[in-house]
């Protein structure tokens, strides 16, 4: 059986956590952040999850994260 291919780009943004949840950077960090008050651009910092309807999805483009 020929391996799948991994999709490049989805490998650079989404990660794969211990449990098999996925992991993202939040949007909303790169520019016009003057307005943003501290508090909100801290939380953008954290990773985020991918909702549980969207995993099977993100799952088939990196099947060996």
């Known amino acids: ?14 990660k794969l956590t211990g449990t098999g949840k996925i ?9 016009i952040l003057t307005k943003q008050s501290s508090g909100v651009k801290r939380g953008l910092r954290k ?8 995993a099977p999805q993100i799952k088939r483009l990196i099947p060996y994260a």
Do not use: Q, V
Request: aromatic letters at 4%; hydrophobic letters at 35%; glycine letters at 10%.
């Open 1 to 14: 059986m020929p391996k799948i291919k991994t999709n490049r780009g989805a490998a650079k943004r989404f």
């Open 23 to 31: 992991k993202k950077k939040k949007a909303g960090l790169r520019h």
């Open 47 to 54: 990773a985020g999850l991918i909702s549980k309807a969207d």
